[in-house]
C-alpha cells in the first residue's frame, strides 16, 4: 500500500505562483511514474503532467507547459508542481498520483487551488 500526502494549495491572485508537495509513504521502492492530476468544479479530472521516477524526463499537457514544472527530490521521495502565472481557470482540486512496477496506482486526497481574477 501507498499513501499520497498533497501540500501546498491554497489561495493566489491571477500572475502568482504556488507550488504543490506530494509525499508518498509506503512502498515506494517500485515506483514507475508520478503525475498530476485536477479536476475543476462541474469538470471530469484531467490530466496535468507526470515524470518517471527514475529517469526524472517529464511530460505535461498542452495547457500548462512553459507555465507549470513537475520534479521530484528522490532523496526526500517527493514530488513537486512548481505553478507560475496562474490563471483563474487554473482553479481546481488537485491530485497526486502514482503508478507502480505491477500496475499498482495511487491516488492522493487532493489539494485545493483557488486563483482569483
Known amino acids: 500500500q501507498v499513501q499520497l500526502v498533497e501540500s501546498g494549495g491554497g489561495l493566489v491572485q491571477a500572475g502568482g505562483s504556488l507550488r504543490l508537495s506530494c509525499v508518498p509513504s509506503?512502498?515506494?521502492?517500485?515506483?514507475?511514474?508520478m503525475a498530476w492530476f485536477r479536476q475543476a468544479p462541474g469538470k471530469e479530472r484531467e490530466y496535468v503532467a507526470r515524470i518517471w521516477w527514475g529517469s526524472g524526463a517529464a511530460d505535461y499537457a498542452a495547457f500548462v507547459k512553459d507555465r507549470f514544472t513537475i520534479s521530484r527530490d528522490t532523496t526526500t521521495n517527493t514530488l513537486y508542481l512548481q505553478m507560475r502565472s496562474l490563471k483563474p481557470e487554473d482553479t481546481a482540486v488537485y491530485y497526486c498520483?502514482?503508478?507502480?512496477?505491477?500496475?499498482?496506482?495511487?491516488w492522493g486526497q487532493g489539494s485545493q487551488v483557488t486563483v482569483s481574477s
Open positions: 509506503g512502498r515506494t521502492g517500485d515506483m514507475h511514474t
Open positions: 498520483n502514482s503508478i507502480h512496477y505491477g500496475g499498482y496506482e495511487y
